[in-house]
């Protein structure tokens, strides 16, 4: 960046220094311009821990490294350009350089300015509790007891429980599933219905009715009244 300054300078001209040489003159202003924003780029640092505030920091830094700079730009002059070295010269530049300066901090500062924290929110499905599931699931048969549970289906008297390995019938109140399931990650979104946390893909709402859909292509109703806790596990 301060390179880029420099060339620009040099290309621009300014102070009367379009006088003099093209190859001298960008020379004269990427010297200047480096070694004045590293003098800077120090000072910045060391400040940092003391003056918190990044635009009273630039208006310290760049007061604080004028007369530094004005003397390399002194001595950049008298090495390139044979120019007079002494005090009154010095004073007239101190002038010239400290807007400059002050221009190129602030160009830094904005530059490297630190992005405002962004905090971002996921709704993270934790695997169930040890044994969660253990109680419901020693009602089921052999075949589907180590299976991945989907959803609970109420019908009356019995229920139809769901799994990756197919649909079973048990006969077993739906309260007194709930209760086998009070551990287990998942929510009941209906007066008929609960669902494993884990397997629900998506929700939509339509015409104020719910419905899950759940892996395999099954869909649940979701009932408004029991719609809390889909919303803040963050599906809608």
Same mark, same amino acid.
């Given at each position: 960046?301060?390179?880029?300054?420099?060339?620009?300078?040099?290309?621009?001209?300014?102070?009367?220094?379009?006088?003099?040489?093209?190859?001298?003159?960008?020379?004269?202003?990427?010297? =200047?311009?480096?070694? =004045?924003?590293?003098?800077?780029?120090?000072?910045?640092?060391?400040?940092?821990?003391?003056?918190?505030?990044?635009?009273?920091?630039?208006?310290?830094?760049?007061?604080?490294?004028?007369?530094?700079?004005?003397?390399?730009?002194?001595?950049?002059?008298?090495?390139?350009?044979?120019?007079?070295?002494?005090?009154?010269?010095?004073?007239?530049?101190?002038?010239?350089?400290?807007?400059?300066?002050?221009?190129?901090?602030? &160009?830094?500062?904005?530059?490297?300015?630190?992005?405002?924290?962004?905090?971002?929110?996921?709704?993270?499905?934790?695997?169930?509790?040890?044994?969660?599931?253990?109680?419901?699931?020693?009602?089921?048969?052999?075949?589907?007891?180590?299976?991945?549970?989907?959803?609970?289906?109420?019908?009356?008297?019995?229920?139809?429980?769901?799994?990756?390995?197919?649909?079973?019938?048990?006969?077993?109140?739906?309260?007194?599933?709930?209760?086998?399931?009070?551990?287990?990650?998942?929510?009941?979104?209906?007066?008929?219905?609960?669902?494993?946390?884990?397997?629900?893909?998506?929700?939509?709402?339509?015409?104020?009715?719910?419905?899950?859909?759940?892996?395999?292509?099954?869909? &649940?109703?979701?009932?408004?009244?029991?719609?809390?806790?889909?919303?803040?596990?963050?599906?809608?």
């Amino acid at each position: 960046m301060l390179v880029a300054i420099g060339v620009l300078l040099g290309f621009l001209g300014p102070f009367d220094s379009d006088s003099a040489p093209a190859v001298q003159r960008y020379l004269y202003w990427t010297i =200047c311009l480096v070694g =004045c924003g590293l003098i800077g780029v120090a000072a910045d640092d060391l400040l940092s821990r003391v003056v918190t505030v990044t635009w009273r920091r630039v208006a310290l830094v760049s007061l604080l490294i004028t007369p530094p700079g004005t003397l390399l730009v002194l001595a950049t002059q008298k090495l390139l350009m044979g120019q007079a070295f002494g005090w009154t010269v010095f004073l007239d530049l101190l002038w010239q350089v400290w807007p400059i300066v002050l221009a190129v901090m602030a &160009v830094r500062a904005l530059v490297w300015r630190r992005r405002p924290t962004r905090i971002e929110t996921r709704t993270v499905i934790a695997p169930p509790l040890p044994d969660a599931e253990a109680v419901f699931r020693r009602r089921l048969s052999a075949r589907r007891r180590g299976a991945r549970l989907i959803a609970i289906e109420a019908h009356d008297h019995y229920l139809k429980v769901h799994t990756d390995a197919g649909e079973e019938l048990i006969t077993l109140r739906f309260a007194d599933a709930l209760e086998d399931l009070a551990q287990a990650h998942g929510w009941r979104v209906h007066r008929s219905w609960w669902v494993a946390a884990e397997a629900v893909e998506a929700v939509r709402w339509r015409r104020g009715a719910g419905e899950a859909q759940l892996v395999g292509g099954l869909k &649940v109703p979701v009932s408004r009244s029991y719609s809390a806790v889909l919303k803040q596990a963050g599906w809608f």
